[in-house]
């Protein structure tokens, strides 16, 4: 006991002497067994036991979040690396595809790429409501073959056959 007062005891002896100072059982006080001198150390004991439990459960507290929210930071790097480079990759992917095909149209706004120039047309009318999102002259050629598909698709409507 003296040198756990003087704090030379170590982990070992407060684990070995644990269940000895839990399990006893002060119920009859024997002058043999149980001398006042007995009792303040086996009181002091338990102090020195609960006081290092305290100790011990607060570093851990203390050490656990930091460990938890240092993976959790290098897990968030890591992920917002993968999303640019996922990104990067599909900017790639998207400039080969319209350089690749001249058929294709992409729109300037949202970069959805669309295959017909009508489509693009109805794209820009009804998500951005800016039939004029391009210039005037690509404006009024696609007002020509809005009116053409119409009139296209009002003759076939008509047509008595079909």
């Known amino acids: 006991l003296n040198l756990l007062d003087k704090g030379v005891g170590t982990f070992e002896i407060l684990q070995q002497t644990l269940p000895t100072v839990v399990l006893s ?4 006080m024997d002058d043999a067994c149980f001398t006042e001198e007995r009792v303040i150390k086996l009181f002091r004991l338990s102090q020195l036991q609960i006081e290092h439990i305290l100790a011990s459960v607060n570093m ?9 929210q240092a993976k959790l930071l290098l897990k968030l790097d890591y992920q917002k690396k993968q999303i640019n480079e996922l990104k990067d990759d599909n900017a790639k992917v998207k400039a080969t595809t319209l350089s690749a095909s001249p058929n294709l149209f992409g729109c300037k706004k949202c970069d959805k ?5 009508d489509f693009l047309t109805i794209h820009l009318k009804n998500i951005h409501n800016k039939p004029n999102a391009l210039n005037y002259e690509e404006d009024q050629i696609l007002k020509c073959r809005t009116d053409q598909i119409s009139t296209q698709n009002n003759s076939e409507q008509s047509t008595p056959w079909r």
Do not use: A, D
């Not at 059982?25 to 009859?28: A, P, Q, V």
């Not at 851990?60 to 938890?68: A, D, G, H, R, S």
């Not at 790429?113 to 120039?117: E, P």
């Open 25 to 28: 059982r002060l119920s009859k």
């Open 60 to 68: 851990l507290f203390k050490k656990f979040p930091y460990k938890t």
């Open 113 to 117: 790429i669309f295959i017909s120039q």
